[in-house]
Each structure stands twice: as C-alpha cells, then as structure tokens.
C-alpha cells in the first residue's frame, strides 16, 4: 500500500476588523499551516469569539487573559492588540508545533506582553499552578472531542476558584445534536450565558473580512461561577 503523503501549505491569514461607528481598525495576521494537526489552522469558532473581543474591547483593556487551546491563536492576539494588560497562549504541552505557532501568530503581530505556555486540559502541570490569577479566559474551539470536555472543565473551574469573578468567553461548534456540555457545567458550578451572534456583528459570512462565516452551528457562550445560593 502507498504511503500517504499530507503535503503542509504554509499561509498568512490576514484579519481586518472595523467598527463604522468609532472608523477604528485592526489588522491581525496569523500565520497557518495546512496541517492534520488541530491547532495549526484558523477553526470557524476563531473569527467568532475574535469579533466577539473586537466588539467589547473596552472590556479586555488593562485586564490578564489566557488562551486555552489558542492553535492560531486569533483570539487572544485580538485581546492583546486591543490592549490587555497581558496574555497567555496556552496548548497541549506535548504540542510543541502548535506552541510554536502561537509564538509566530505573536511575532508576527509585534505584540507585546505575550507569553506562550503549555497547559494540557485536565493536568495540574506546574505551568498552571504557577499561573498568576486571569481575568478572562478565552477557548476557540476546545470542544470538539467529547472524551476531552470535561477536562477542559475541570482546567476551566480551577481557574474560576483561583478567581471567582472571571469570566470565560468561549465559542463552541455544533456538531452533533447529542452532545451537551450543560450537565459538566452544572457539575463543575459553572453557569453558561448564551450571546446571539447578532448582538456583536458576528451573524455575517464574511468575519474580519476573511472568508470565515458566524453561522448557526457556531455558539458564543459566557461561562461564570455559579454563586451559592
Ligand atoms: C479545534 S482546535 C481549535 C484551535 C483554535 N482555538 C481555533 O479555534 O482555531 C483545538 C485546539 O486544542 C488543542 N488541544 C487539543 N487537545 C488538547 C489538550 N488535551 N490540552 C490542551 N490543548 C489541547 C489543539 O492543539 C488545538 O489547538
């Protein structure tokens, strides 16, 4: 039997975010790699959550925000652009390409107070423990395999004890009917707050001016603390 070959396409992506009202830009490059890896390339759930932050950008400003599965890292170089305090891109830690990809998506962006670590979901590495306490946490996309939720969560909830008033901003793809996130939420004391794409100018077949559509199957979820009582 031939070997498969999977040829790499190196690109640059480029996304131009406006705001008619303010006439205020921004142009973001991510570079890309046609990859089988998952964090190699920009998922629709990216451009989502990025016009998200593009369009509450006063609510990122001067705060600490990490990354969780950045892949291209769109998101969160948004979030630093738009002027967080600081940022951290984080992916599997045994992911060495797709750290590396973050750390190009930085570069090639010149933004400042950018760090790149390793944090695999569901593992108290020392990279997590040693993390200084965030304000909003970001996830593009983290949902995609159901074996994986609720690792993601349980990353995400030592998070929210760390800081309690945090804020998870995280866009989630549909795929398959039966697949739910609510019951791990629940369990996790996490309450979910749907945001209609609508409301942030994200309802369009063209985001950033890249090609990349906010449809239906895309969600754009905030997750907070449940308060007792
Ligand atoms: C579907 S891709 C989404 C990438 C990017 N956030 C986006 O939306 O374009 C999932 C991302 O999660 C990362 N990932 C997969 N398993 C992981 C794990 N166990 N811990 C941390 N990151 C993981 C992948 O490397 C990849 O970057």
Known sequence: MADMCVEQFAQEKLFHFQDIRTREQLSVKIPQVLDPSYGMYV??????LAQYIWFHRSKVKNKSVLELGAGTALPGLVAALCGAADVTLSDNSE????????????????AKNVHIVGITWGQ?????????????VLASDCFYDTKDFEDVIVTMSFLMERNPEAEIWCTYQERSADRSIEHLLQR???????IPLGTFEADSPDIGQSGLPGNHTIHMLILKKTKPG
């Open 124 to 136: 108290f590495s020392p990279s997590l423990l040693q993390l200084k306490q965030v304000d909003i």
């Open 43 to 48: 998922w629709p759930c990216s451009p989502v």
């Open 95 to 110: 992911f060495s390409n797709c750290l590396e990809n973050c750390a190009k998506s930085r570069d090639a962006n010149g």
């Open 188 to 194: 996790w004391q996490l309450e979910c707050t749907h």
